[in-house]
T-cell receptor, first 118, second 114 residues
Framework: AQKITQTQPGMFVQEKEAVTLDCTYD???????LFWYKQPSSGEMIFLIY??????QNATEGRYSLNFQKARKSANLVISASQLGDSAMYFC???????????????FGQGTELSVKP | NAGVTQTPKFQVLKTGQSMTLQCAQD?????MYWYRQDPGMGLRLIYY???????DKGEVPNGYNVSRLNKREFSLRLESAAPSQTSVYFC?????????????FGSGTRLTVV
């Protein structure tokens, strides 16, 4: 069964520094996708970045990059040049069966609360 | 604006009452999902609908029922609400193509059962 684990309940980072949020996963499906979402205090879920299991390169989206280590089953989110507005809860999620696109389940980790200090 | 619309945004129920949470998307997405979010537990999948006419159980389906009314709408029903169902409920949708933009979430329904 698919499983997602985020072991850092809370993280602090100084403004303008980089921070890495950890995510490990478990699946027996060779075709899967990994997602990161941001949830600010207002409550909405904001999609940040996606990595497919067959993607050759690590995903990047602006200041966000995904450190994908397939053999270790980890998909850590790296935020460069942290900003005060990055303070939020961050969720890692995984979906199996990406090839056939049959609307598979997206399963979430417990989340990491990031606080950016001025 | 295109997106996922959930109603109501807030609701207080008494134990034993029933209610239906509504979700509609106007992005022509095939798949729709219902999650609940409790403190310290992330989002847990209740039910999902891979396509119009199909529904499947997620991680925590007990106490809930769903209906995929048409391609746009996916409702979640609590037949006899319990305090343990106090939570924030999110609806989400997606259609996967060449470019993955992620699942689109509604703004949530905050439900309190007293």
């Amino acid at each position: 069964a698919q499983k997602i684990t985020q072991t850092q309940p809370g993280m602090f980072v100084q403004e303008k520094e980089a921070v890495t949020l950890d995510c490990t996963y478990d699946t027996s499906d060779p075709s899967y996708g990994l997602f990161w979402y941001k949830q600010p205090s207002s409550g909405e879920m904001i999609f940040l970045i996606y990595q497919g299991s067959y993607d050759q390169q690590n995903a990047t989206e602006g200041r966000y990059s995904l450190n994908f280590q397939k053999a270790r089953k980890s998909a850590n989110l790296v935020i460069s040049a942290s900003q005060l507005g990055d303070s939020a809860m961050y969720f890692c999620a995984m979906r199996e069966d990406m090839i056939y696109n049959q609307g598979g389940k997206l399963i979430f980790g417990q989340g990491t609360e990031l606080s950016v200090k001025p | 604006n295109a997106g996922v619309t959930q109603t109501p945004k807030f609701q207080v129920l008494k134990t034993g009452q029933s209610m239906t949470l509504q979700c509609a998307q106007d992005m022509n997405h095939n798949s729709m999902y219902w999650y609940r979010q409790d403190p310290g537990m992330g989002l847990r999948l209740i039910y999902y609908s891979a396509s119009e006419g199909t529904t499947d159980k997620g991680e925590v389906p007990n106490g809930y029922n769903v209906s995929r009314l048409n391609k746009r709408e996916f409702s979640l029903r609590l037949e006899s609400a319990a305090p343990s169902q106090t939570s924030v409920y999110f609806c989400a949708s997606i259609s996967l193509g060449q470019r993955i933009y992620g699942y689109t979430f509604g703004s949530g329904t905050r439900l309190t059962v007293v």
